[in-house]
């Protein structure tokens, strides 16, 4: 929840990390209590408190602490991984997805082929087997791996 | 701006800064002159000189990879201001809850089928067997049916539709992307309820009240994450930059996101819609287990 800190006498994390007086109007007071000064230290040394100021003037009043809460998120997954950021967590998900993915269509496979040799003559069960086969693979129902696409951080195409 | 002596455009960041872009400007090998949007998202988020310090400190076999990180957040934030990377985070931790759910309704359908295609077997013995496996031969694929309802609860399942429809027609089909995604819509509806809190994604975009709730509980769960996070991905470096070479960002991922981004109204508008793909998988499977347990 947001502090009320602009009210009271101490000033907020990030006026005691600029060192500068905390105003009533202090845009960061709501969203960086004096209790949590490393929240503010990091956000401030990724983005820097002139960008989070431009960006919370542009979001509504009632999303800025959503907005704030994220770029904290963002400023420490930075701060320990220099090189991916909370991109790494995404780009594991994202690998994590396609593989239940292709793991779900090759069961889905298995399932109908095994329905289908069930209701066939045995002749024709191994015919079905046999043009499956032929047909490119039996891990997917008319999907292939190229099919699952997300924006990916390495293409520059998002 | 050109180079002295040469025709060499300037890079993006020295066009936007309407400054000289010289052989030793840092930003040029990561921002070409013709993505100027890309360098005004990362401007508007770090700042050039926050993200010359970074690149300092970083070795330069890790620069581009870096790089590339920091473009691909930010242009995350340009799409999404309020959220960010979190929101795509909590979106893919959503959908792998979802594809799990279904990845093991499909086992359980399948181990009955394997159940009911060893009685199927059973039936061949001699005549004294017969009478108990035909006993036991009408129900486990009905119960595949009543699983599927209790997990997936489709609105306009109609068993009669689903009994009708001929093994033939369901090859015909193919579990297309966009059904999967339309089915996974209707999932996404009817479970809203049963949603873990710290998946549940939906509110923050639409709903004033809850959004710092929902948005204090999902950051809460990120913190392990964060934790996990690091391990995987010191690993897993030198995997990650090639293996995303061969993934693209194509119209399935809009596709996804919409769906993901719709607030609950127009979820519920697209029911229908959803539900007729709901209705046709589940017709496919249900078919497939029904139409085994006609015996003749």
Not at chain 2, 240 to 267: C, G, L, N, W
Request: aromatic share 8%.
């Amino acid at each position: 929840m947001a502090s009320s800190s602009s009210y009271s006498n101490s000033p907020c994390a990030a006026c005691k990390f600029l060192r500068r007086k905390c105003m009533p109007d202090c845009i960061f007071a709501p969203y960086f209590p004096p209790e949590e000064p490393q929240k503010f230290a990091n956000v401030h040394k990724i983005f820097g408190a002139s960008n989070v100021s431009k960006l919370l003037n542009e979001v509504q009043p009632h999303q800025r602490e959503d907005a704030v809460n994220s770029l904290a998120y963002e400023a420490e997954a930075r701060i320990k991984d220099p090189v991916y950021g909370c991109v790494g967590a995404i780009s594991v998900l994202q690998r994590q997805v396609i593989r239940l993915q292709k793991e779900l269509d090759a069961t889905n496979a298995d399932l109908i082929r095994y329905t289908c040799n069930n209701d066939m003559p045995s002749g024709q069960a191994s015919a079905t087997r046999m043009s499956d086969d032929q047909g490119g693979g039996s891990t997917s129902l008319g999907q292939s791996p190229s099919d699952y696409y997300y924006p990916s951080p390495w293409n520059n195409n998002y | 701006m050109t180079l002295k002596g040469g025709t060499t455009q300037a890079c993006a960041a020295c066009k936007f800064q309407r400054r000289k872009c010289t052989s030793e400007c840092l930003l040029a090998p990561y921002f070409p002159a013709d993505q100027p949007k890309m360098f005004q998202n990362v401007h508007k988020l770090f700042g050039v000189s926050n993200i010359k310090k970074m690149l300092k400190k970083l070795d330069p076999a890790r620069k581009k990879i870096a790089m590339d990180s920091i473009i691909f957040q930010a242009n995350i934030r340009d799409k999404y201001p309020v959220h960010g990377c979190w929101e795509e985070i909590c979106r893919l931790r959503y959908q792998i809850w979802r594809v799990e759910e279904e990845l093991h309704a499909v086992h359980q359908q399948l181990e009955i089928c394997r159940q009911h295609y060893q009685q199927h077997l059973d039936h061949h013995l001699p005549e004294d067997h017969v009478a108990s496996q035909l006993e036991l031969g009408m129900t486990p694929c009905s119960n595949g049916l009543q699983l599927l309802d209790h997990m997936l609860q489709p609105q306009d399942y109609n068993n009669k539709v689903a009994a009708s429809l001929p093994i033939s027609q369901q090859q015909q089909h193919s579990f297309s992307n966009s059904n999967n995604e339309a089915y996974n819509n209707s999932l996404y509806i009817d479970h809203k309820d049963s949603v873990p809190s710290h998946l549940w994604v939906e509110q923050p975009y639409g709903d004033n009240s809850s959004s710092s709730m929902a948005m204090q509980s999902q950051l809460d769960a990120s913190q392990q994450p964060l934790v996990i996070q690091e391990g995987e991905v010191v690993e897993d470096y030198d995997e990650m930059h090639p293996f995303f070479d061969t993934i693209d960002d194509r119209q399935s991922y809009v596709y996804s996101q919409e769906a993901y981004e719709s607030s609950s109204e127009e979820s519920l508008k697209d029911t229908p819609k959803c539900t007729e793909h709901v209705a046709e998988n589940e017709l496919k499977n249900a078919a497939a287990c029904f139409s085994l347990t006609s015996v003749s």
